[in-house]
């Protein structure tokens, strides 16, 4: 049993007054961003000075005196703090070259505000937030157990509120299984295993790509500021937001029954962002999620015990003959079965092979991992004796 943190999102349903300070809350939090966003940019350029998060807060302090400024107190300043937070995050992962430069938040994308255990109470599967007399209404989905350390207010660009739990749970392994699998990330099929089976791809844009255009077309037709504007645009991101929904739904229920079945999963560390450079195949890459799927494999199998690991990008996992080691001078996209000129294997299935390859890959990884523990271990007994 393992100790994870575990977020829980619903939908919710604010009554027009909550509709209202919610509105207050998400411009605040804007604000505070996009405000020490500039502060900590001119700083720098101008005085090559580097302002960390406490400088922040105490010049968010200072902000809120300010009558111009005052309507910031209008709010939980918990929500306000948490944004100086998520900046100076934004900020640490930019030094560390994991991210782009923080960019400014924009009133039409995303909005969230996030509340710590002191911004909100929670008491007989009831919500109240902070600066908020009612509770939330809820619209239940399943039940957590434990305590939410912190929540995440939002509401998306299709007009929907969320509120997503961050609760500490105790999580059981699975039992263990000797089964293994290597999977290779296809996009006519989105998952092939090692042992054959095909899971098709759902092309959820191809499923929209008519309805959406239509929809854009009708969009760009209305002007700018009108009501009808607003509400074509709406109309837009509802089918962009369905078809997020579907490609993280059946994402969810792939990587659980993947984690269930296997004890060990193997696959490629691909680099999406590369890939989507290719303007032939960028919509089809897009759609079929390859970076969303490792990411759930990835804690899924933490939580559940079970192994996951990732080989390297170059491995010439389609190249090589399984049977007998042999690595073709070319593997061209367009050849789906080829036959091995060195062991004289034919009809050779490219992503079967390859997930085999990823597989006999993962286990070397695995193996050469647990020695290595093996090997620590002797050496600190041996140390301590």
Known sequence: MVTVLRA????????????????????????????????????????????GYNATAKALTSLKKQPETAFL?????????????????????????QARYPAFKKKRRKQSATYMANGFRWRDGQLWLAKQQDPLNIRWSRRFSGEPTSITVSLDTAGRYHVSFLVEEEQLALPVTPKMAGIDLGLTHRVITSDGTKFPNPRFIRQTERKLAHAQRALSRKRRGSNNRAKARLKVARLHAKRADQRRDATHKLTTQLIHENQVIAAESLQVKNLLQNRSLAKAISDVGWHLLTLQLTYKAEWYGRDFVQIDKWYPSSKRCFHCGHIADKMPLNVRNWDCPACGTQGIDRDVNAARNILQAGKAILARADKLRHHENTTVGHTGG
């Not at 995050?89 to 930019?94: E, L, P, W």
């Open 73 to 97: 107190a209008e709010v939980s300043n918990v929500c306000l703090q948490q944004s100086l937070r998520h900046l100076d995050r934004a900020f640490a992962n930019f030094f560390k070259g």
């Open 8 to 51: 829980y999102r619903y939908r919710f349903y604010p009554t027009p007054k909550q509709v209202e300070q919610l509105a207050r809350t998400f411009g605040c939090v804007r604000y505070v961003y996009n405000h020490f966003l500039r502060e900590r940019t001119d700083s720098w350029y101008e005085r090559q000075e580097r302002m």
